[in-house]
């Protein structure tokens, strides 16, 4: 059995209890208010009560629904999923108002914790500079969508002359999501272009490592549309919580001490140049901003989630997810365990080093003891 978002809203929440199935990982990233997570117990709880179950496109919440049906429980699923509900939040929104309230919320509240390390990263690192043509590449998610918001407010108020597009490449979404990332930018007032490949289908049946590929595959694309547009850089919205739990995971599972660089010359388009001026921007202070205000992204857009594998996969965590525990665990002994280790790689000192890597080429200590 299946109830639309329309009903949903219509009927007092007293009435039912909403149960969200996917993995907390991606109840991070936003949920239905008023949802609880699913589990059993949980469920249990609750018999004699209505129940409706959501999933992230409402599929597998179906099949969970008419497992509880033969069980002697009311239970539905949400027709469409959290997609289908964040896309009717979206188009309830007044474009005007949430540009407003989004820019000013930027100038005010969160000045110190985005716009100011927003600035200090890029003159930190000099990411930005006189007669620049940045390409904002947009994927849909809270962080692009704040780093176009940010350029925009620089733009506004930069002595540095500087040009910028904000570029969103569709690598197949399904429409859903499409018309999710298109209104979001509507509601912000971001000028986007998209365009358009075929990189799912070209992934679709990759049986190892698709995801790699995939992001390979669409650092290519964004270079070569952001030099079509005359664009000498491009711009991705990794952050402070990225660059920390890369260094960690290329200890931890690749062997090597190496990091997330805040800027990088592109080996394979020359002249091109990828920079992170969200290099120093907290992951918390993003979501804060975000729940401030009442913004809802979409997670992932990738065709392998659309049949909802993901949903109640709990034990599939992946590696980065692992490490973002880690660190969390580390913190409660040592509230400096953050900092620490992103200076870690500001501090290297070589002659403690045995070995290190140089434009590809091994030097060992032995070569000069």
């Known amino acids: 059995m299946e109830i639309t978002v329309k009903d949903l809203l219509s009927t ?3 009435d039912f209890l909403l149960l969200d199935m996917r993995s907390e990982t991606e ?3 936003g949920s239905i208010p008023g949802s609880v997570s699913f589990d059993e117990h949980t469920v249990e ?3 004699g009560k209505r129940l409706v179950l959501y999933c992230a496109r409402g599929v597998i919440s179906v099949d969970a629904a008419e497992a509880l049906c033969d069980k002697g429980f009311e239970a539905y699923s949400l027709k469409g999923g959290y997609a289908a509900w964040l896309r009717n939040k979206i188009e309830d929104q007044q474009a005007d108002e949430v540009k407003a309230r989004v820019e000013q919320s930027l100038r005010k509240k ?3 914790p985005l716009m100011s390390k927003f600035i200090k990263a890029l ?3 000099k990411l930005v500079n006189e007669g620049d043509k940045v390409a904002v590449c947009i994927s849909g998610g809270k962080d692009s969508m704040l780093m176009a918001k940010l350029f925009g407010e620089l733009k506004l108020h930069s002595d540095v002359n500087f040009d910028v597009e904000y570029i969103v490449m569709d690598p197949g979404y399904n429409k859903e999501n499409r018309r999710i990332i298109e209104e979001n930018a509507k509601n912000l007032g971001i000028p986007i272009k998209i365009f358009e490949t075929n990189i799912f ?6 049986e190892k490592s698709p995801c790699y590929l ?3 595959m669409r650092r290519g694309y964004l270079y070569n549309f952001a030099r079509e547009l005359g664009c000498n850089k491009i711009a991705l919205g990794h952050h402070y919580d990225d660059v920390i739990e890369t260094i960690l995971m290329g200890m931890l599972h690749g062997a090597q001490i190496q990091t997330m660089m805040p800027k990088l010359r592109s080996t394979n388009h020359e002249g091109m140049e990828l920079i992170r001026p969200l290099y120093l921007i907290r992951e918390d202070d993003i979501k804060a901003w975000r729940d401030y205000n009442d913004l809802h992204f979409i997670q992932c ?3 392998f989630t659309d049949t909802c594998t993901t949903c109640n996969d709990g034990q599939n965590h992946s590696k980065r997810q692992e490490t973002k525990e880690l660190i969390r665990a580390l913190k409660s002994s040592n509230p400096d365990v953050e900092k620490c280790i992103f200076r870690s790689v500001e501090n290297v000192n070589i002659d403690t080093v045995i070995a290190y890597k140089k434009d590809g080429v091994k030097h060992s200590f032995l070569d000069d003891y």
Request: positive net charge; glycine residues 0%; charged residues 30%.
């Open 12 to 14: 007092a929440p007293s």
């Open 45 to 47: 709880q609750h018999r």
């Open 27 to 29: 109840r991070e990233y």
């Open 301 to 303: 857009a990738c065709k």
């Open 201 to 206: 289908d070209s992934v679709y049946h990759v």
């Open 110 to 112: 969160f000045r110190v």
């Open 214 to 216: 995939c992001a390979r």
């Open 123 to 125: 003159k930190t690192y």
